[in-house]
């Protein structure tokens, strides 16, 4: 035993061998665990599959997935669905609690949720069969309100699902206000109009005439249902003019941006037009009072607009801490007063165009004096549209019975419908002789102008939801109303056979003809902005509601923070 001066023993020398980076997952889990052996049980227990579940994943096989997703306490994929699925319950519960026999099966509220929770499952049914998430959703209402068993939409009334379908009417105005961009609209105005009214109006005539000596409709109503049926789907045509903006195709004659400027101003055309001759038809005043009904609706609707599009420069005002999210309120307050009231006022066509002029004017100063907060309310009104879409397309479906359709409808809807796409594909080209385009271009335009959905989807059952309405309240049906009411469910039959038919077929012509039709160019500077432009058309419609409640891909765990939650803050119940 050595000692040094001092008479003590000197430190010992200890010699370190290299060791292994630390994995700070694992000392932390193991601290966790450390620290939990003296607590109580439920602590230790916990601790211990944590620390289980911070193991990697790379080398486990499919069994042993499954059976780590199984451990408790819930996470992952399964803690996040489980959350969402328990939320919904709370709100059903809330909702069973305040309004009762409404909410229990059976009821108008329970039938709702049937109908939009199986739109959503139908829609990410088509999408996984690369079709329109539109025709799923349309499908599944269509199902629940014919197929014996499970008739649920039977229970849905009247009033309900024409407010709610006049609810998403006033969304898709908002955002076609907003979304019309002055600068683009200056430098393709020439092409722009011609594509957007001349394709339009001559299909709508051709319609009309085909309506009036095929099904024996009047010249009113022959109008009225080409105009229903002339519109073109932002649902489908905008997704798929971006992705042709991301791989340049097209985009050195500004064919993208052409068609989705195009595509806001013809829906916004054909809703007005739809919306006066409606409101024609139902007048009740005399003949004169009849003639003035359309310039007393377009005086009233350009007027509201106005005034309310520049009321909303100054409020909120711009140092408004929550400017956007009053914008989006006010906004949406107004469009739902102008459309509502002017039904109730029995100017149906003054609400439409009030919506219209009131969102353009109010976005165009926003864009100009604040972007981004511009941007943001879009971005509201375009969650909003999520939501609604399927509750939308699912009504519209379920609207449509069965047992009420003729057989000759079918088969007479359907060469309507083709007369009338046929007038359109062959005078496309002639409205785009302004814009420069090759033959190839051209072709490629009067395609992308085929599919059908949204305004078909938001009016086909306008006619038919109005008649049925007035002839519950009287005591002696008025035998005009009968007729007309025959004539809104052949209208809603039409709409439904023109969404089946064009929507898939015209995103198949697009996916398929956009190689072999259209030249491929870096985009150049202008055109990014164009992308910019389709983009804020789009406004989050890349992800339907389906993959915000169940998303497809989720993120890989962190190792680092085992005990910390799952997902980023993105995966928000939105």
């Given at each position: 035993?050595?000692?040094?001066?001092?008479?003590?023993?000197?430190?010992?020398?200890?010699?370190?061998?290299?060791?292994?980076p630390?994995?700070?997952?694992?000392?932390?889990?193991?601290?966790?665990q450390?620290?939990?052996?003296?607590?109580?049980?439920?602590?230790?227990?916990?601790?211990?599959?944590?620390?289980?579940?911070?193991?990697?994943?790379?080398?486990?096989?499919?069994?042993?997935?499954?059976?780590?997703?199984?451990?408790?306490?819930?996470?992952?994929?399964?803690?996040?669905?489980?959350?969402?699925?328990?939320?919904?319950?709370?709100?059903?519960?809330?909702?069973?609690?305040?309004?009762?026999?409404?909410?229990?099966?059976?009821?108008?509220?329970?039938?709702?949720?049937?109908?939009?929770?199986?739109?959503?499952?139908?829609?990410?049914?088509?999408?996984?069969?690369r079709l329109?998430?539109?025709?799923?959703?349309?499908?599944?209402?269509?199902?629940?309100?014919?197929?014996?068993?499970?008739?649920?939409?039977?229970?849905?009334?009247?009033?309900?699902?024409?407010?709610?379908?006049?609810?998403?009417?006033?969304?898709?105005?908002?955002?076609?206000?907003?979304?019309?961009?002055i600068?683009?609209?200056?430098?393709?105005?020439?092409?722009?109009?011609?594509?957007?009214?001349?394709?339009?109006?001559?299909?709508?005539?051709?319609?009309?005439?085909?309506?009036?000596?095929?099904?024996?409709?009047?010249?009113?109503?022959?109008?009225?249902?080409?105009?229903?049926?002339?519109?073109?789907?932002?649902?489908?045509?905008?997704?798929s003019?971006?992705?042709?903006?991301?791989?340049?195709?097209?985009?050195?004659?500004?064919?993208p941006?052409?068609?989705?400027?195009?595509?806001?101003?013809?829906?916004?055309?054909?809703?007005?037009?739809?919306?006066?001759?409606?409101?024609?038809?139902?007048?009740?005043?005399?003949?004169?009072?009849?003639?003035?009904?359309?310039?007393?609706?377009?005086?009233?609707?350009?007027?509201?607009?106005?005034?309310?599009?520049?009321?909303?420069?100054?409020?909120?005002h711009?140092?408004?801490?929550?400017?956007?999210?009053?914008?989006?309120?006010?906004?949406l307050?107004?469009?739902?007063?102008?459309?509502?009231?002017?039904?109730?006022?029995?100017?149906?066509?003054?609400?439409?165009?009030?919506?219209?002029?009131?969102?353009?004017?109010?976005?165009?100063?926003?864009?100009?004096?604040?972007?981004?907060?511009?941007?943001?309310?879009?971005?509201?009104?375009?969650?909003?549209?999520?939501?609604?879409?399927?509750?939308?397309?699912?009504?519209?479906?379920?609207?449509?019975?069965?047992?009420?359709?003729?057989?000759?409808?079918?088969?007479l809807?359907?060469?309507?419908?083709?007369?009338?796409?046929?007038?359109?594909?062959f005078?496309?080209?002639?409205?785009?002789?302004?814009?420069?385009?090759?033959?190839?271009?051209?072709?490629?335009?009067?395609?992308?102008?085929?599919?059908?959905?949204?305004?078909?989807?938001?009016?086909?059952?306008?006619?038919?939801?109005?008649?049925?309405?007035?002839?519950?309240?009287?005591?002696?049906?008025?035998?005009?109303?009968?007729?007309?009411?025959?004539?809104?469910?052949?209208?809603?039959?039409?709409?439904?056979?023109?969404?089946?038919?064009?929507?898939?077929?015209?995103?198949?012509?697009?996916?398929?003809?956009?190689?072999?039709?259209?030249?491929?160019k870096?985009?150049t500077?202008?055109?990014?902005?164009?992308?910019?432009?389709?983009?804020?058309?789009?406004?989050?419609?890349?992800?339907?509601?389906?993959?915000?409640?169940?998303?497809?891909?989720?993120?890989?765990?962190?190792?680092s923070?085992?005990?910390?939650?799952?997902?980023?803050?993105?995966?928000?119940?939105?």
């Open positions: 035993m050595f000692l040094n001066s001092n008479g003590k023993h000197p430190p010992a020398v200890i010699e370190m061998q290299p060791t292994e630390i994995d700070a997952s694992r000392v932390d889990a193991k601290s966790d450390q620290a939990a052996k003296n607590g109580s049980f439920s602590n230790r227990w916990t601790s211990a599959v944590m620390e289980k579940n911070t193991r990697p994943t790379e080398h486990l096989t499919g069994v042993q997935r499954f059976r780590r997703a199984l451990l408790c306490p819930p996470h992952g994929a399964l803690a996040y669905n489980l959350t969402k699925i328990i939320a919904i319950i709370a709100l059903f519960s809330a909702l069973v609690a305040i309004l009762k026999a409404e909410a229990f099966p059976g009821g108008n509220l329970w039938a709702l949720l049937v109908v939009t929770i199986c739109a959503m499952i139908g829609e990410e049914i088509a999408t996984k069969l329109p998430g539109l025709l799923g959703m349309l499908i599944a209402g269509l199902l629940l309100q014919n197929v014996p068993g499970i008739r649920v939409a039977t229970s849905i009334t009247p009033e309900w699902s024409s407010s709610l379908r006049t609810v998403a009417l006033v969304v898709i105005l908002l955002r076609a206000g907003l979304g019309l961009d600068v683009v609209l200056r430098r393709l105005s020439k092409s722009v109009a011609s594509v957007a009214f001349v394709p339009s109006t001559t299909e709508s005539c051709a319609v009309a005439v085909a309506a009036r000596y095929i099904l024996g409709f009047d010249w009113l109503w022959s109008f009225v249902l080409g105009y229903l049926l002339t519109a073109v789907s932002p649902a489908v045509l905008v997704p003019m971006l992705a042709l903006q991301e791989n340049g195709l097209g985009v050195d004659k500004g064919v941006t052409l068609l989705v400027a195009a595509s806001s101003i013809e829906n916004v055309y054909a809703i007005e037009v739809f919306s006066v001759l409606m409101s024609v038809g139902f007048a009740t005043t005399s003949l004169t009072m009849q003639i003035l009904q359309a310039p007393i609706e377009i005086v009233i609707g350009v007027s509201y607009g106005l005034a309310t599009g520049v009321l909303f420069w100054f409020f909120p711009n140092g408004h801490p929550s400017k956007s999210a009053y914008r989006f309120i006010i906004l307050g107004a469009g739902l007063t102008a459309v509502f009231g002017g039904n109730a006022l029995k100017y149906s066509g003054a609400g439409p165009l009030a919506t219209l002029i009131m969102a353009f004017i109010a976005g165009y100063e926003w864009r100009k004096s604040d972007a981004p907060s511009h941007k943001e309310v879009a971005e509201k009104l375009a969650k909003l549209w999520r939501y609604f879409q399927p509750v939308l397309f699912g009504l519209i479906g379920a609207a449509v019975s069965i047992e009420k359709i003729r057989p000759e409808t079918v088969g809807g359907i060469a309507v419908i083709f007369i009338g796409v046929l007038v359109r594909f005078v496309t080209p002639f409205a785009t002789l302004g814009a420069n385009l090759n033959w190839k271009e051209k072709m490629f335009a009067s395609i992308a102008w085929f599919p059908k959905a949204t305004v078909q989807a938001t009016l086909g059952s306008k006619v038919y939801d109005y008649t049925t309405l007035v002839l519950s309240t009287q005591t002696v049906p008025d035998p005009y109303l009968l007729r007309v009411q025959q004539i809104g469910i052949q209208m809603l039959t039409i709409a439904v056979l023109c969404i089946v038919i064009t929507a898939p077929l015209g995103a198949l012509g697009i996916t398929f003809t956009q190689n072999r039709l259209l030249q491929k870096k985009p500077e202008l055109e990014v902005s164009e992308r910019e432009f389709i983009e804020e058309e789009l406004s989050g419609g890349k992800d339907n509601m389906v993959d915000s409640l169940f998303p497809r891909n989720l993120p890989k765990k962190r190792h923070e085992p005990n910390m939650r799952m997902f980023p803050d993105e995966f928000t119940f939105t």
